[in-house]
């Protein structure tokens, strides 16, 4: 026998009538005083999102989780009632059941999607079934549950437990025991309220979340479907008619929830959970779940695209406007359970995203579930967004983007990412002598879809991490007079290349020692860029001379740029010969100078150029030429200097030492605008022949070549 300590619902002798309007409390019903599992709503510890309403429950309005204006009407022909039969259940100290579930089977009485009736369109609409116990069959001795869901889901947004008495035209709300008053004709009207994106249960813990119902067939064509961030759209999408596949769902609920992704960093592009785990590129804040209720399956079997015609999804992104020069190079990239992060094509926001929160600023921008220091407030990040340009260095002059959008053939995680490639710019497979310090450079370049500048441009302000195994030599950042490292993480600059002020540099150097033992070495470059990791690869051998400018020994006739210096005698232990030929007379008598000179992006360093005034103040238009006593089959060298673009490569010509020409192959080539805005080239040159080489020749028509890093390889 069951315990009568619940709230009882009767067929009363006068009608009750269905009000359409506002609900108000029935006689006699006073508020439970405490959350219960036996009622699920926002006034009872449940989904904080949805309420029960008279003649049900008392009026919810006073809950504090009751936001009035706030009201979701856009989920009506998704919305399904059930009423089941609970597990037959033991009852606690109370007298109340403790069952957690209804039986196995079909419910009692269902209210399928299209049913359920919107009684108020308004901002503070609620929805309504009308349901007549007396047709259910209900027993006396059992309890039953009404659950409220979206149809293709098994989480209710709310739930009530009954008990049936009084030969079944009574009923008993099992929390208080209070009575619930039937119409006339003993029709119960099932009044609920859902508010913004429906709760938990189906927003899970999203801070911003939006659902609503979307077609396959819009009078207008296509769907929008956006997120409210504060002060207008932060996210959103766009469905155009036929994107259902057919044989499935021609109805659904869309929910578009914002991921809490942490503390957000927008300078270094780290997040504490990031939107696509896994994912070796900078993410920013604006991260956001796409789902549908019920879940679409893969159009061709077990996975691949939901969507018979793509959906263009938006998202707000920090560093919109900025000039920041990884502005250009942000996509959406989306990722899923079975799906690998992967970027998506690209797409205009227009009409999706509000003009003032495209770049979140005046949004909410702690799209997380825990406030304070996870987020930052709009003054805040206007001063930080201030100076990313002069932090970054480089501005880009390429058209603004309309925003950041994308085309989505599946529902999952999107979010911004700065779409980045890691290349090598100095050669990977070096061969040098025990012990020598090479400079290995690696390049991180914006790559995205965007043809106009794809890899167009070096990103500075990124961190690259050189990494070395034990017994691979040891790593030191350019200028450093620490001890030798293991690993090194060096920030990729901000210098241009190609005489534009929007190239960018993205250039990090490491400067490499390699190990004293003949042997094969390796050293690694990675950085936040896909195409990673970079590797550097060093055959060391005991018989391979290497000039390192850089590493000349003090004494030996280093011209500091007080005086005129030779050095053509200083390289007559390795068999090489330095001569200079002017091509025009010049008053002080040319030679060579080992000088220092300072490339764009680096510390200062040494090499020979043909001397034209005392002092090394300057240099002449000439040729310098390098002889080699015992023929070494391969020379490689670097060449800098300024042979402008119209000029061309330097010229440079070897003979063999059968007095015969021989091929000079160009390996690398760049060109980059010092501060002085003059036009300077960098070059490795290589001439090889097995008949070995007698000479090598370069010739500058404008007046410096600097010549630097000389293997010779025997």
């Not at 992104?317 to 992967?342: C, I």
């Not at 406030?371 to 100076?387: E, H, P, Q, Y």
Request: charged letters at 15%; hydrophobic letters at 35%; a negative charge.
């Amino acid at each position: 026998m069951k315990v009568r300590r619940l709230l009882t619902l009767a067929v009363l002798a006068f009608a009750f009538a269905c009000d359409q309007k506002a609900p108000t409390d029935p006689p006699g019903i006073k508020p439970p005083s405490d959350p219960s599992m036996i009622i699920s709503d926002g006034a009872h510890g449940g989904n904080p999102d949805f309420f029960f309403l008279p003649p049900l429950l008392p009026n919810p309005s006073n809950s504090p989780n009751y936001e009035t204006g706030r009201a979701n009407t856009r989920l009506g022909s998704s919305l399904t009632v059930e009423i089941c039969e609970l597990q037959a259940p033991p009852i606690n100290a109370q007298g109340l059941p403790v069952a957690t579930d209804c039986i196995a089977g079909p419910p009692l009485k269902k209210f399928p999607a299209g049913t359920v009736k919107l009684a108020d369109s308004g901002n503070d609409g609620f929805y309504m079934a009308q349901w007549k116990p007396s047709e259910s069959n209900l027993v006396l001795s059992k309890y039953y549950r009404i659950k409220v869901l979206l149809e293709g889901s098994t989480v209710p947004l709310g739930a009530a437990d009954l008990d049936p008495v009084a030969n079944q035209k009574e009923l008993k709300n099992v929390l208080t025991g209070e009575v619930i008053p039937l119409t006339a004709d003993g029709t119960l009207p099932i009044k609920f309220r859902v508010e913004k994106g429906g709760g938990p249960p189906v927003c899970g813990i999203a801070v911003l979340c939006t659902s609503t119902v979307v077609t396959n067939n819009s009078p207008t064509g296509s769907t929008i479907v956006t997120v409210d961030g504060g002060s207008g759209a932060v996210a959103g999408a766009k469905f155009p008619n036929g994107w259902l596949p057919t044989g499935g769902p021609q109805s659904v609920v869309v929910t578009i929830a914002s991921v809490n992704t942490g503390i957000s960093d927008p300078v270094t592009g780290t997040e504490a959970t990031p939107c696509h785990a896994g994912l070796n590129l900078q993410q920013f804040r604006g991260c956001f779940n796409f789902t549908t209720t019920p879940r679409l399956d893969p159009i061709n079997g077990e996975s691949g695209p939901q969507f018979a015609i793509p959906v263009t999804v938006a998202v707000c992104y920090v560093l919109q406007g900025t000039g920041d020069p990884r502005e250009k190079f942000a996509e959406m990239w989306a990722s899923g359970p079975n799906e690998p992060p992967h970027p998506l094509d690209d797409a205009s926001d227009v009409g999706i995203l509000s003009a003032n929160t495209r770049d979140c600023s005046n949004s909410v921008i702690g799209l997380n579930n825990s406030r304070g220091i996870s987020g930052l407030a709009s003054a805040s990040w206007r001063k930080i967004k201030g100076g990313l340009g002069s932090f970054f260095g480089v501005k880009t002059a390429y058209a603004v983007d309309i925003g950041l959008g994308g085309f989505l053939s599946e529902f999952s995680n999107v979010g911004p990412v700065l779409s980045a490639e890691i290349h090598p710019y100095t050669s990977t497979d070096l061969t040098l002598p025990p012990g020598t310090t090479t400079t290995a450079t690696a390049r991180i370049v914006g790559s995205n879809h965007h043809a106009t500048h794809d890899r167009a441009t070096g990103l500075g302000g990124l961190a690259v991490t050189f990494t070395v195994t034990e017994g691979n030599g040891s790593l030191k950042a350019l200028g450093s007079e620490g001890p030798p490292l293991s690993a090194v993480t060096v920030i990729t600059n901000t210098n241009p290349i190609d005489g534009s002020p929007v190239s960018g540099g993205g250039f990090a150097p490491v400067n490499w020692t390699v190990p004293e033992t003949p042997g094969t070495y390796t050293l690694t470059a990675n950085g936040p860029a896909i195409d990673g990791p970079v590797t550097f690869t060093a055959t060391v051998t005991g018989s391979l001379p290497f000039i390192n400018f850089e590493t000349y020994p003090a004494g030996a006739g280093v011209c500091d740029g007080s005086a005129s210096c030779d050095v053509t005698d200083e390289f007559a232990s390795k068999g090489v010969v330095f001569e200079f030929e002017p091509f025009i007379d010049v008053s002080n008598i040319a030679s060579l100078c080992l000088k220092p000179f300072n490339p764009v992006g680096e510390t200062p360093n040494y090499g020979v150029s043909p001397l034209a005034l005392s002092g090394c103040s300057s240099w002449a238009t000439g040729v310098v030429t390098m002889r080699f006593a015992e023929n070494p089959t391969t020379v490689e060298f670097q060449l800098q200097g300024n042979n402008t673009l119209t000029e061309g490569p330097f010229e440079v010509t070897a003979v063999g030492g059968n007095e015969q020409p021989v091929t000079v192959t160009r390996e690398s080539v760049v060109t980059y605008s010092p501060s002085t805005g003059l036009t300077f080239r960098r070059e490795i040159r290589r001439a090889t022949s097995p008949n070995g080489i007698a000479s090598v020749s370069v010739t500058s028509g404008t007046g410096v070549i600097f010549i630097d890093n000389l293997l010779i390889t025997q």
